[in-house]
């Protein structure tokens, strides 16, 4: 429907005293609303191109899922409710649960913006009284802690069906008579740009662009730079327990700055590298079980699913035992976040990362520009994931496996570090092979993991649970055994599309370094 902002410093009264004149229009009614736009810590809503709002109606809640013009095809989706919903999953079965539900996973839905508003309908009638077109005048503001912000007010449009010249006359008089432009902002923007809120503004992705020329000990700090923001943005809400991603994210981020430390070699002084390098693995281990508790939870309706269905229902005490255990691990780590130890590994790491490099480094890598340092680093770690792949074998240990995993994942630390050194279109083919292996390589390890953990609930349980419940664990054990050796056995055709000539060709141009002119190879 057509919308018109009204200027802050007009005035109202006149305006709607000239439209009313202009057009001829009678009251119709008053109303107060209030509107709560709703979205993931990290926009997911607003990224599939879609906004949830939730409006009091008749004693409930409509929730209302309305595509923004970047979702084309799609309609709105309502729904009445009792509450607000905290994940998708919380929703009853229908279209809003699985339009919400594919776009925000696991996420919460948190309420962003709440506005109050008062809205005016006036209408036009034709020569038998019927009404051709209603406008709405609507005066908005930003509800926050400390009291209300008035928005610009609105003049809205609203054709009715089989009057469109009425409409158009309408919204001609607007423009013309009284000098108003169409709104360039939905109300969700221009509510969040007063509060000083980005839209869209958090995202887990580094997203860098480093110059290739710049110092390397530089561009390293760059990218811990980066990575310090995606740790404090998702600090509070890792334990508060908002979602699980929070989590996910805060330890993917310790995880890349320990790969950033150990990976660029020569760029920082060692002693340094070593502290904090100490520090980031005592965080990841103190946040370890949290996380591992989360995906437990969080997969516990499927691994149900693995035994048979009449074995299903024997498993039920595993949820509230995991439930326990995963009270204890958040208790642990909130604890260690609110530690003297974690804040002064902050403060002093947020020092050094934001002091400026020596004019003068005596560190081999520290000076040179950063495409050559990424280089070798890439190729280094890029030729010791071929080597470590290529030498297992079917009678290889899953040691073996996590360990490549491991390989695996500091490369490709290291290609998204340095991302933007590199030619776009080649690092996405580099990158999509190696996240298919890292797939299979994860999956291998989990099932393992997940394997062992609840095969050693089974003793605590013994004395607790019946030996139903205990059978029923024990083939659960069984069947992630299973899937983990079909996964092995699929292994050697994910290795080998990763490891093909095309991808060992386009690595080799990419990142081999180049032997300097006269030198004969070693």
């Known amino acids: 429907m057509p919308q018109f902002v009204v200027p802050t410093d007009a005035d109202l009264n006149d305006l709607e005293r000239r439209l009313i004149d202009g057009l001829a229009l ?4 008053e109303t107060l609303t209030e509107r709560s736009w709703t979205d993931t810590f990290d926009w997911r809503l607003d990224r599939a191109g879609l906004r949830l709002v939730a409006e009091p109606h008749d004693g409930r809640l409509l929730l209302s899922c309305t595509p923004t013009k970047s979702a084309e095809g799609a309609g709105e989706v309502r729904l009445r409710l009792n509450d607000l919903p905290r994940f998708a999953w919380d929703l009853p079965q229908s279209e809003l649960r699985q339009t919400i539900e594919a776009a925000v996973a696991m996420r919460a839905l948190l309420p962003r913006v709440m506005v109050r508003s008062t809205a005016r309908t006036l209408a036009q009638r034709d020569g038998n009284g019927k009404v051709v077109v209603r406008l709405v005048i609507e005066t908005p503001s930003v509800i926050t802690p400390q009291g209300e912000l008035p928005m610009a007010p609105q003049i809205q449009v609203v054709p009715l069906k089989g009057y469109g010249k009425a409409a158009k006359r309408a919204i001609r008089f607007i423009r013309k008579k009284l000098g108003l432009s169409r709104s360039r902002q939905d109300e969700v923007t221009a509510a969040c740009d007063l509060l000083g809120l980005t839209i869209g503004a958090y995202s887990s992705k580094l997203d860098l662009a480093i110059d290739p020329t710049v ?16 740790i404090e943005a998702n600090q509070d809400g890792t334990c508060q327990q908002i979602d699980t991603e929070f989590l996910h994210d805060f330890r993917v981020a310790i995880r890349r700055t320990r790969s950033a430390l150990a990976r660029v070699r020569g760029v920082f002084p060692s002693p340094t590298v070593a502290r904090f390098q100490r ?51 958040y208790r642990d780590l909130v604890t260690a976040v609110n530690s003297p130890r974690y804040q002064k590994l902050l403060a002093d790491w947020r020092t050094f990362i934001e002091a400026p490099v020596p004019k003068r480094s005596t560190l081999p890598n520290a000076q040179r520009p950063i495409v050559k340092v990424a280089s070798e680093e890439i190729w280094r770690a890029y030729r010791r994931a071929l080597d470590d792949g290529g030498a297992i074998s079917d009678q290889s240990p899953s040691a073996e496996l996590h360990e490549l995993r491991k390989t695996c994942k500091k490369l490709r630390y ?47 349980l013994q004395r607790e649970e019946s030996a139903a419940t205990l059978m029923a664990i024990g083939v659960l054990v069984d069947q992630l055994r299973r899937r983990q050796a079909a996964r092995i056995a699929e292994f050697a055709i994910v290795f080998a ?26």
């Open 26 to 29: 009678e009251e119709d009614n």
């Open 215 to 230: 110092r390397a000990d530089e561009a390293t700090k760059q990218v811990c730079r980066r990575l310090l923001e995606i």
């Open 414 to 460: 290291l290609l998204e570090f340095f991302r933007s050194l590199f030619p776009p279109t080649a690092m996405t083919q580099l990158i999509g092979n190696l996240k298919l292996l890292q797939a299979n390589l994860g999956e291998i390890q989990d099932l393992e993991v997940q394997a062992d953990f609840i095969a050693a609930m089974s003793e605590p």
């Open 279 to 329: 520090e980031l693995r005592w965080v990841g281990q103190v946040t370890g079980p949290a996380r591992d508790l989360d995906v437990y939870l969080l997969q516990i309706d499927q691994l149900q699913k693995i035994v048979p269905e009449p074995m299903q229902p024997h498993l039920a005490p595993l949820r509230p035992w995991l439930e326990t255990k995963h009270a204890e691990a």
């Open 497 to 522: 599309a990763f490891a093909d000539q095309g991808n060992r060709k386009l690595a080799r141009k990419l990142f081999k370094p180049k032997k300097a002119a006269g030198r004969r190879p070693s």
